[in-house]
């Protein structure tokens, strides 16, 4: 087969029915970074309104590589997977390091953060080098064309799919540009998930072994994930004098180095949260709220009981006190965002503002 026998009608299709989306309108490899990162695990219509904030602030690798950590971590607050702006940062200073970006996958690959799939993005898109970037959407078009019934998990199988996506690029470093948002854009709005494909709007349909032999709707195999861990917290929302109490979490772990509101495990009941409260060196002067909200990560899932107290006393443990305008500048992650929302509510109270 020709490569442009396949390439030049889903080109064709992209540029016609593609999303018009602001990152797809450059190739300044920083801003196409920028996105690859951000579109990890968060849905595209979510990342546009980050994406133009995001570089508002930082708007070259050297304004990110000068950022503090803090300012990075408040502009990332609320995409979640906070190891993705960490990664960022490390890479950006790397980057200014060495004096430039890189302008290959393989050397982008040396990049703290970045993997295959994000060096295939950036080198393929910024610079129209022939290298594929294999993503969920990439894997499912890709099983689906070749008919292909390896759990697409599995590290041998996304070999297989990387170098069928190799054998069908474009010539020219042009369309080499496009090519890999082409196949995904088709995964994304075409070749779907959750659902059969839409093969009647497929410009590449009369490739397709799946669809030619009555498996595509079967496709991709994915091996069965293993069941959630369900961690039961306790989350304290305390105020006093207009401010509410913070901590930084551990350096290590699950959203390391972001802020919380209290919290211990288990689900307390008034009696203990009494208790723990004056271990704390802290007494509840009034009981306002009590709250529950479940927060979903990759691995587990947090059941969340909240109380919402107003406390005298001075705490032993070191809390961070925030104000109204502090506790926007603090990185709180969004698995405490409805204990934030309640303790921005008791500040405004206590305040009048």
């Known amino acids: 087969m020709k490569e442009s026998d396949f390439a030049a009608p889903l080109l064709d299709w992209y540029r016609r029915a593609a999303r018009d989306l602001p990152w ?9 970074w920028v996105s690859e990162v951000m579109l990890q695990q968060t849905r595209v219509a979510a ?44 890479a950006a200073r790397e980057i200014v390091r060495r004096g430039g970006f890189p302008e290959t996958a393989a050397e982008l690959r040396t990049l703290p953060g970045i993997g295959a799939y994000t060096a295939g993005a950036i080198a393929s898109a910024a610079f129209g080098e022939r290298v594929p970037a294999v993503d969920g959407n990439v894997l499912r078009v890709m099983s689906r064309l070749t008919d292909n019934h390896g759990d697409i998990l599995a590290p041998s199988v996304r070999r297989e799919i990387e170098a069928e996506v190799s054998a069908r690029f474009p010539a020219s470093a042009e369309a080499a540009r496009v090519f890999n948002q082409a ?22 349909a009369g490739h397709c072994l799946g669809r030619a032999r009555g498996t595509a709707d079967a496709l991709p195999v994915r091996a069965a994930k293993k069941a959630r861990r369900v961690e039961e917290r306790t989350v304290f929302v305390l105020c006093q004098k207009g401010r509410t109490a913070l901590r930084k979490r551990p350096g290590r772990g699950l959203l390391a180095g972001l802020w919380e509101f209290p919290n211990v495990a288990g689900a307390l009941d008034e009696a203990e949260v009494a208790v723990l409260l004056s271990a704390w060196g802290l007494r509840a002067s009034d009981w306002l709220r009590k709250l529950s909200a479940k927060h979903i990560f990759t691995h587990i899932e947090w059941r969340m009981t909240g109380y919402v107290l107003t406390v005298d006393g001075a705490d032993n443990q070191g809390f961070a006190w925030a104000d109204a305008v502090e506790l926007r500048e603090y990185a709180v992650p969004s698995a405490f965002a409805r204990f934030r929302e309640a303790a921005e509510v008791q500040i405004s109270e206590a305040t009048g503002v």
């Open 183 to 204: 196949l995904m854009e088709l995964g994304a709005t075409v070749c779907v998930p959750n659902g059969p494909p839409k093969c009647g709007e497929c410009p590449v």
């Open 24 to 32: 797809r309108r450059t190739r300044d490899p920083y801003c196409i």
């Open 47 to 90: 990342v546009v309104g980050y994406y133009a904030r995001f570089l508002d602030a930082f708007p070259s690798v050297d304004a990110l590589a000068d950022a503090s950590e803090e300012a990075l971590l408040s502009r990332w607050q609320g995409l979640g997977y906070y190891s993705r702006a960490r990664n960022l940062h490390r």
